[in-house]
């Protein structure tokens, strides 16, 4: 009785932030290995994307570490309003670092949850999300909710670009692709990072996401038009492109 009355004082978690409170230190290093250095070269695709039309006013949506935010800041138009939000404040922290090591300049880091974002509806050009629609969307409660906070605040003609983990559709390469997630990523990144659930979760969520076809659906339902996807590495990963 007494350990619940202790418990029900502690903070309220939103689904999956305890878990990034806890993976930071080795955050970075793992993505790197894990994705041979891919995840940056996908990061740099949506980049472009983002930046096709000249966009005013950008989010990286659940920003991390900010390794999109700082590669948009790096090649967007000057004057361009940046900002990143992540509910986690460690995550944050090292995105600060790096902000400051980088000397970049006018970009928001923002500690906030992507289901109730502090902003006017239609305000932004272009929202980017990294390896986090995953998280937003595999079994998430707060799925619904979150899909439609990012198209209220995104402008009508504005872009939503995600870049993710995805299914490959050939059967082999989705198998390989299965065994090197549960073989490979949630045994070493569980070991080396020291937070076996997080891995275990990154591990399972990628190899039961929704395929590339099933997120445009998602999309759609929410109101999203001209979806277009393309797959990365035989369809390991995808970058989707939807408009408002
Ligand atoms: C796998 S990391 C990706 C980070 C970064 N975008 C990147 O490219 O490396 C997922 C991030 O999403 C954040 N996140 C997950 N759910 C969130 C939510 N509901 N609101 C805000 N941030 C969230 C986590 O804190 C974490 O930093």
Redesign the pocket.
């Given at each position: 009785m007494k350990e619940n009355q202790t418990n029900q004082k502690k903070k309220q978690y939103?689904?999956?932030?305890k878990m990034?409170?806890e993976?930071p230190p080795k955050?970075?290093l793992l993505?790197r290995i894990f994705t041979w250095r891919l995840?940056e070269s996908w990061?740099k695709q949506a980049v472009k994307e983002i930046l096709k039309d000249k966009p005013d006013k950008v989010m990286?949506?659940?920003?991390?570490?900010?390794?999109?935010l700082f590669r948009i800041a790096e090649q967007a138009w000057p004057g361009t309003e940046l900002c990143g939000?992540?509910?986690?404040p460690p995550?944050l922290e090292i995105a600060d670092q790096k902000m400051r090591s980088k000397n970049l300049e006018g970009i928001r880091l923002i500690s906030?949850?992507?289901?109730d974002m502090p902003f006017d509806d239609n305000h932004f050009d272009a929202i980017g999300?990294?390896?986090?629609f995953r998280?937003?969307t595999f079994k998430n409660p707060?799925q619904q909710k979150?899909l439609k906070e990012i198209y209220r605040v995104i402008k009508p003609g504005g872009k939503f670009v995600i870049?993710e983990t995805s299914r490959p559709k050939n059967r082999i390469m989705d198998n390989l692709h299965k065994l090197y997630m549960n073989l490979l990523v949630k045994r070493l990144g569980g070991s080396v990072s020291g937070n076996r659930p997080a891995y275990h979760y990154?591990a399972h969520s990628a190899t039961n996401f929704y395929t590339a076809d099933e997120v445009c659906d998602l999309l759609k339902t929410i109101g999203f038009s001209k979806i277009t996807y393309r797959h990365f590495v035989g369809g390991v990963a995808a970058m989707h492109v939807a408009v408002k």
């Open positions: 939103r689904p999956l932030q990034f409170m993976v955050y970075d993505n995840d990061r990286d949506l659940c920003t991390g570490t900010g390794d999109l939000l992540d509910f986690s995550m906030g949850d992507a289901a999300i990294a390896y986090a998280n937003l707060d979150f870049v990154l």
